[in-house]
């Protein structure tokens, strides 16, 4: 299953910098896109969503980005925290499927470093 | 914040062996939904539990597993002859209509 794709296993990023994490799909019928980041142990924890009508979404230090076009969408963490350590999922959903059915992409595991 | 708990955090388990995975839901949601996660792969969708019934349930979700919501507050996942490529940890989440989905912590679940 490849219609969604999260190219960067891992990001490293200094704290205050930005870091962008990165998700390409391949599902026309996705209209509904989240964000979860996960904790060692931990389940997916909601972060950010965007609709498909949408381009961008804000919520304090998070964006989210869309680009239906390219069907690319980016999440931008500003400024980065060592908190903010953990592995991010972009998790879209299809509006053909029931409400919770989310396709999740591999991840990436962000490291913020001091 | 109410969350999502799921017991035990680690079952072990032989081969053929029947499991049962349980979960409380947050209390006042009424979508339900088991999810899991084979290491190093990605976190895959099994089924979704709605008004007492399956909505939707994915290729994995067969014969072998099933969901049962067996009273106001319990949600359970049961696979009745675990293979060993059902080690998994396996996340359960709730939701309500308009709500993003809530996960629990994951089972793990080890078939030796």
């Known amino acids: 299953d490849q219609q969604v794709k999260q190219n960067s296993p891992s990001l490293s990023v200094q704290e205050g910098r930005i870091s962008i994490l990165n998700c390409d799909y391949t599902n026309s019928m996705f209209d509904y896109f989240l964000w979860y980041k996960k904790y060692p142990a931990e389940g997916p924890t909601f972060l950010i969503s965007?609709?498909?009508?949408?381009d961008k979404n804000e919520d304090g230090r998070f964006t989210v980005f869309l680009n239906k076009s390219a069907k690319h969408l980016s999440l931008h963490i500003v400024p980065s925290q060592p908190g903010d350590s953990a592995v991010y999922f972009c998790?879209?959903?299809?509006?053909?499927?029931?409400?919770?059915?989310?396709?999740f992409g591999r991840g990436t595991q962000l490291t913020v470093w001091p | 914040e109410p969350e999502v708990t799921q017991t035990p955090s680690h079952q072990v388990t032989q081969m053929g062996q029947e499991v049962i995975l349980r979960c409380v839901p947050i209390s006042n949601h009424l979508y339900f939904y088991w999810y899991r996660q084979i290491l190093g792969q990605k976190v895959e969708f099994l089924v979704s539990?709605?008004?007492?019934?399956?909505?939707?349930k994915s290729e994995i979700f067969d014969d072998q597993f099933s969901v049962e919501r067996p009273d106001g507050s319990n949600f359970t996942l049961k696979i009745r002859s675990t293979k060993l490529e059902d080690s998994a940890m396996y996340f359960c989440a709730s939701s309500d209509s308009n709500s993003p989905l809530h996960f629990g912590n994951g089972t793990r679940l080890t078939v030796t």
């Open positions: 539990f709605y008004n007492n019934e399956i909505s939707e």
């Open positions: 998790a879209p959903r299809d509006r053909g499927s029931t409400l919770g059915r989310l396709y």
């Open positions: 965007i609709s498909s009508i949408k």
